[in-house]
């Protein structure tokens, strides 16, 4: 059984554009959560998606946004690229929203130049 | 902010056990160690969790002290494979919970020959 797939692997990106990236949960999932993690850093929580309706969202500014579509999967879009959006974009999914089992997949490792 | 403390580093012989301590001394009632750990380049991976007794399964042990005010996540055998860094996360269950996980800066553990 396939786990958490993201795509793209890689990007880089210049500042002030935009980028869409994708997350497909594991086949059952239905919440999906998005993390950042800076370099050498803890991944920190940006959304929670469970059931098309956001549940959760962290400390971060509108720029970043998120959605989820009928078959669970979800992209996380960012506006407007800063220098300091460059990390690694971590989606995991779970059966549902407090889930204990969060199955991560391998991140977007996003480069803003 | 995270609501644990760990070493920054760690190092263990290979074939020994490790240990690696948490401290998590403002824990409610309602709140679980979770204990995952993320290989380099990759996602998070679950290890194991409790609420307040001991618990084992196939990859570690966790002991919690009586007080809950800290663990201690214990890999028996440990293996170049185990080098990562490890996060100890407190987590709410309950109602309204969004099933964000705040992770720290986590314990480097570096397995060595």
């Known amino acids: 059984d396939a786990g958490v797939t993201q795509s793209p692997t890689h990007l880089i990106k210049t500042r002030g554009q935009q980028v869409t990236l994708r997350c497909s949960p594991i086949s059952g999932h239905k919440s999906v959560s998005w993390y950042q993690q800076v370099l050498g850093q803890g991944p920190q929580f940006i959304f929670q998606?469970?059931?098309?309706?956001?549940?959760g969202r962290g400390n971060f500014p509108d720029r970043f946004s998120a959605r989820q579509f009928p078959n669970y999967s979800s992209e996380l879009n960012v506006n407007a690229l800063l220098l300091g959006d460059s990390a690694l974009y971590l989606c995991?999914?779970?059966?549902?929203?407090?889930?204990?089992?969060?199955?991560f997949g391998s991140g977007t490792r996003l480069t803003v130049v | 902010d995270a609501k644990t403390t760990q070493p920054p580093s760690m190092d263990c012989a290979e074939g020994r056990a490790a240990n690696l301590p948490c401290n998590h001394s403002?824990?409610?009632?309602?709140?679980?160690v979770y204990w995952y750990r993320q290989i380099h380049s990759q996602g998070p991976q679950y290890i194991i969790h409790?609420?307040?007794n001991n618990e084992t399964n196939e990859m570690a042990s966790l002991i919690i002290t009586e007080d809950r005010k800290s663990s201690t996540l214990i890999l028996p055998h440990a293996t170049l494979r185990d080098t990562a860094v490890y996060y100890c996360?407190?987590?709410?269950?309950?109602?309204?919970?969004?099933?964000?996980?705040?992770f720290g800066q986590g314990t480097t553990l570096q397995v060595k020959p």
């Open positions: 996360i407190v987590r709410f269950h309950g109602s309204g919970n969004t099933g964000k996980l705040i």
């Open positions: 995991a999914s779970s059966l549902g929203v407090g889930g204990d089992g969060y199955t």
């Open positions: 409790g609420l307040k």
């Open positions: 403002t824990i409610s009632g309602n709140e679980y």
């Open positions: 998606y469970y059931e098309k309706e956001e549940r």
